[in-house]
Structure formats: C-alpha cells, structure tokens
C-alpha cells in the first residue's frame, strides 16, 4: 500500500519516483513532494561525499551505516533542542498566566 499525502484540496496524492544515491537508482513511493524528494536525494549525497572524503577507505555498506548513525545522531540533537525551546516557551507561558491571574 501507498503512503498518502492530504492536500489541501484534500485529494490524495501518491507519489512514485526514482531517487540517485551515490550512482545507484532507487525507487521510492510514499506520500513526498517533488520538491521534498529532490532535498533528500542532494542531502544524501552532500552527506555521503562529506563522509567519503573524510574515509576514502572505507566500503560503500560501512559508510551508508555511518551515515545512518550521523542521521540519527543529528534527529536526536534536533529533537533535543526542540524539546528545550518547547519547556522553556511552556514555562514562559505558565508564568505570563499565573501573573495575569493574580493581576486580573
């Protein structure tokens, strides 16, 4: 089955396409822009020519798994830093309601 996208006009829009990682053709199908799809698939590639210039020694499956776990590392400091400036903007928010309480 399809992932699928809700448009705004809420029709559903599938996508099939063909994205090039390091030379090789993969087909991808899911719920993703154009525009999301060509993002990634120049991400990756900055990404993996980043870690191929850094280790030229190393195989192709090593350095995808590198780049996994460079990924994963980078989601979890985003994720991180989310988390902070939402604790952070809900104290805030809790503070200007308590002193609006007592004021009001």
Same mark, same amino acid.
């Given at each position: 089955?399809?992932?699928?996208?809700?448009?705004?006009?809420?029709?559903?829009?599938?996508?099939?396409?063909?994205?090039?990682?390091?030379?090789?053709?993969?087909? %991808?199908?899911?719920? +993703?822009?154009? /525009?999301?799809? &060509?993002?990634?698939?120049?991400?990756? @590639?900055?990404?993996?020519?980043?870690?191929?210039?850094?280790?030229?020694?190393?195989?192709?499956?090593?350095?995808?798994?590198? %780049?996994?776990?460079? +990924?994963?590392? /980078?989601?979890? &400091?985003?994720?991180?830093?989310?988390? @902070?400036?939402?604790?952070?903007?809900?104290?805030?928010?809790?503070?200007?309601?308590?002193?609006?309480?007592?004021?009001?």
């Amino acid at each position: 089955m399809l992932a699928k996208v809700i448009l705004e006009s809420t029709q559903v829009q599938e996508v099939k396409c063909k994205v090039t990682l390091q030379g090789k053709e993969y087909p %991808l199908e899911g719920g +993703l822009s154009k /525009e999301q799809l &060509e993002f990634i698939e120049k991400y990756l @590639n900055n990404k993996f020519d980043e870690l191929r210039q850094n280790a030229p020694m190393i195989p192709m499956g090593r350095l995808a798994m590198l %780049l996994c776990v460079n +990924l994963a590392n /980078e989601l979890y &400091e985003q994720r991180y830093q989310f988390t @902070n400036k939402l604790n952070h903007y809900d104290a805030a928010i809790t503070e200007v309601v308590s002193t609006l309480d007592t004021v009001l």
